[in-house]
């Protein structure tokens, strides 16, 4: 019985490929080893403040940027090295890939906006 609750979940695994690329992308970007992207990038990779303080110059924030237009290069890049204060992570390209996916899928809206104008092709 034991043993079977540990296959199960294998075998379904096994099954098909029931999760989709989208979700994924989703759920690394969502809890990537332990710390999440969206703590610091937002939902949808917009920004968001990190955490607000006070020192000698007054009120300050520390935000996590805007990643949305970041292209897959630069967040392989972002993700594989070290930092102030986002953690490095050991993530493989094709998990950087995914959530690159998923954020460009999730902020196709957004970003429609700039392919007119941007758009080398
Ligand atoms: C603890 C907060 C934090 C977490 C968690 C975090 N980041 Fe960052 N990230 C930052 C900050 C702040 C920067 C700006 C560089 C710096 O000072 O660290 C940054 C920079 C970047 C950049 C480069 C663009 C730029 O503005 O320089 C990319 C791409 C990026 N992060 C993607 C990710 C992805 C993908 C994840 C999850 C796998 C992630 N980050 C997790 C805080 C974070």
């Not at 332990?34 to 000698?56: F, K």
């Not at 986002?86 to 970003?111: C, F, G, H, S, W």
Request: with cysteine; aromatic share 10%; hydrophobic share 35%.
């Amino acid at each position: 019985m034991r043993l079977l609750l540990i296959l199960l979940p294998l075998m379904l695994w096994g099954e098909e490929d029931f999760i989709s690329h989208y979700e994924y992308g989703e759920m690394l970007y969502a809890n990537p080893r332990g710390v999440s992207c969206a703590q610091c990038h937002g939902e949808s990779g917009e920004g968001q403040i990190i955490v607000e303080y006070r020192d000698i110059h007054g009120k300050q924030a520390l935000k996590g940027s805007d990643i949305r237009r970041d292209s897959l290069d630069d967040m392989i890049k972002a993700v594989s090295t070290y930092h102030k204060v986002m953690p490095r992570y050991y993530l493989t390209n094709e998990e950087v890939k995914a959530i690159y996916d998923y954020l460009q899928k999730k902020n196709q809206a957004y970003l429609s906006q700039f392919t007119e104008s941007n758009s080398t092709e």
